[in-house]
């Protein structure tokens, strides 16, 4: 079963499944994927990680995906807006998978405070914590999968084309 909490703009899914497969898609914000116990896998156009019981994975917008759980995991997947990311002073997350376990307990205090619909400044204290964290990683500890997607461009509908005709 998953339980859906929204507080402010961040969204969460969280709960235990044991068997999911998801096509296909991407999302305009931030994905980070907190897996307690079992592991879903991510698969991105050329490649595959695993997230395991205490690992954390960053799926950076637009970077289209897909996941499978094949045995019981427990989990919680939290949707946080680009801007929010970036007014934590944090420019840009690369999708990246992190076995630290202080990216995971920040990660999970962050589901716990959107959970609890804590204080916005308390929950942008442990999402700056987080990006904070994730953005610090140490060699070797970390994957980070190569994303060959753009933001979808922003489309100026005032700009007039010249020279045609």
């Known amino acids: ?18 068997e999911h497969r998801y096509p296909w898609h991407y999302h305009a914000c931030y994905t980070i994927i907190v897996v ?8 991105f156009q050329d490649t595959s990680i695993r997230v395991g019981g ?16 094949a045995q ?3 989990y919680s997947a939290v949707f946080v807006p680009r ?10 997350l690369a999708t990246q998978l992190s076995a630290r376990p202080a990216v995971h307990q920040k990660a999970v205090a962050l589901v716990q405070c959107i959970k609890e619909a804590a204080s916005l400044s308390v ?9 904070g964290s ?24 005032d700009r007039r084309i010249t020279g045609a005709g």
Do not use: W
């Open 54 to 69: 205490s690992e954390v994975l960053v799926v950076e917008p637009y970077h289209v995906h897909r996941n499978m759980i």
């Open 36 to 43: 307690e116990r079992g592991s879903i896998v991510y698969q």
């Open 1 to 18: 079963m998953v339980r859906y909490t929204k507080h402010a703009e961040l969204e969460v899914f969280d709960g235990e499944l044991s």
């Open 83 to 92: 801007d929010q990311v970036e007014r934590t002073g944090t420019t840009t």
């Open 134 to 157: 994730i953005t610090d990683p140490l060699p070797g500890n970390e994957d980070v999968v190569p994303s060959r997607t753009s933001p979808v461009p922003a489309i100026d509908l």
């Open 123 to 131: 929950v942008n204290e442990r999402l700056a914590a987080l990006c």
């Open 72 to 74: 019981p995991t427990t």
